[in-house]
């Protein structure tokens, strides 16, 4: 059974992947996710370079951070990168991207490497306006302290 009735939208995006030197003797050079652009309009990249297509389905179950994504000054896509062996040293490939900064958390609390590039206006307008639609956060609640309650209120 497919899990597609979750998938409220989908945004595809090029993104340019290269090295970027670094002014250490332990280690030259990084790779970073250098660019972002339509998925429709080809991105020029060099020798040290490559361009990967990657896709962000927004799913249902993952407004709340969507919300919070967009709750900033600057909403980022999330990009989790794996290296090939893991060796550091080769050309990595963006394995998986989101817009939810709860999915983002959740991968660098399983240490992956988690890299950012500002989302472009119109796809943080597209989104926005889905989870307007699609998404009520829950008011706060204060919880009375237990110590206020009676002894047979108590939880």
């Known amino acids: 059974m497919s899990a597609n009735f979750l998938v409220l939208g989908e945004a595809a995006f090029n993104v340019r992947i290269g090295k970027v030197e670094q002014n250490s003797r332990w280690q030259p050079f990084?790779?970073?996710?250098?660019?972002?652009?339509?998925?429709?309009?080809?991105?020029?990249h060099g020798p040290d370079?490559?361009?990967?297509?990657?896709k962000a389905q927004v799913y249902h179950d993952e407004l709340q951070g969507y919300f919070l994504n967009l709750d900033t000054d600057t909403p980022y896509l999330f990009m989790c990168?794996?290296?090939?062996?893991?060796?550091?040293?080769?050309?990595?490939?963006?394995f998986e991207v989101t817009f939810s900064y709860d999915e983002a958390a959740r991968w660098m609390d399983s240490n992956e490497e988690v890299q950012t590039l500002p989302l472009p206006s119109p796809v943080a307008s597209w989104l926005a306006e889905l989870v307007q639609a699609k998404y009520q956060p829950e008011p706060k609640q204060r919880r009375r302290p237990q110590s206020f309650l009676k002894p047979e209120h108590r939880g």
């Open 30 to 44: 990084r790779w970073q996710v250098l660019e972002l652009g339509p998925a429709d309009a080809p991105i020029s």
């Open 49 to 54: 370079e490559q361009v990967q297509l990657v």
């Open 81 to 94: 990168v794996r290296y090939p062996d893991e060796n550091k040293s080769l050309r990595p490939t963006v």
